[in-house]
């Protein structure tokens, strides 16, 4: 019977066994680094998303506040029409997965999370305000929508008893704290390469 040397095969054992423990690590590491260029591609797209979202809400201030100071002065000859500043969020929809969460700077996340609440909120108060304009079935001076209070809707609540003023003042204050967000956090997003 021949001799078995176990130290050469416990040699050899050992050596195959680092051999695939180097290469699951080889692989983990090639699969983070393809998730952070994932992750980047995401913060382009939204960056990209908000540099648009700038322009669009940085063009609705001046007309809701033109239409605050109509209403303000001259509230039987406002025309009223809502164009509330239509956000888009696709970029961050489709950055909602774990890849982006976990390879992006959980302040930055946060400040962007916080960014997109906001939009949703404006963007459902021109809804809300959009559907009480329909029911009221008006597009003129906001004392004609005050004169019909069974038509106020859970979105507005007492602001329906005074007129489109405190609407059209939700909707300016909700768009400048959105552009005051977009202005933080745009140079971050250029950062973040």
């Given at each position: 019977m021949k001799k078995?040397?176990?130290?050469?095969?416990i040699l050899e054992f050992v050596m195959v066994v680092v051999?695939?423990?180097l290469a699951f690590a080889l692989n983990n590491w090639n699969e983070n680094i393809k998730d952070k260029e994932k992750a980047i591609l995401y913060l382009d797209g939204i960056r990209s998303?908000?540099?648009?979202n700038y322009k669009t809400v940085k063009e609705a201030i001046p007309y809701h506040d033109t239409m605050l100071v109509r209403l303000r002065t001259e509230p039987?000859?406002?025309?009223?029409?809502i164009k509330g500043a239509l956000l888009k969020d696709y970029a961050w929809e489709l950055a909602q997965n774990d890849i982006f969460k976990e390879h992006i700077d959980q302040k930055l996340y946060k400040e962007l999370s916080d960014i997109y609440y906001f939009q949703s909120w404006l963007k459902n108060h021109n809804k809300n305000a959009g559907r009480l304009m329909s029911e009221a079935n008006i597009l003129g001076p906001f004392y004609l929508v005050s004169a019909n209070p069974e038509l106020a809707n859970e979105g507005f609540g007492?602001?329906?008893k005074r007129g489109w003023i405190p609407i059209f003042e939700e909707m300016s204050a909700i768009e400048s704290l959105i552009k005051k967000k977009y202005d933080e956090?745009?140079?971050k997003l250029s950062n973040q390469k």
């Open positions: 078995i040397d176990w130290t050469n095969h051999g695939i423990l998303e908000i540099e648009d039987k000859k406002a025309v009223l029409i007492n602001q329906w956090v745009l140079p």
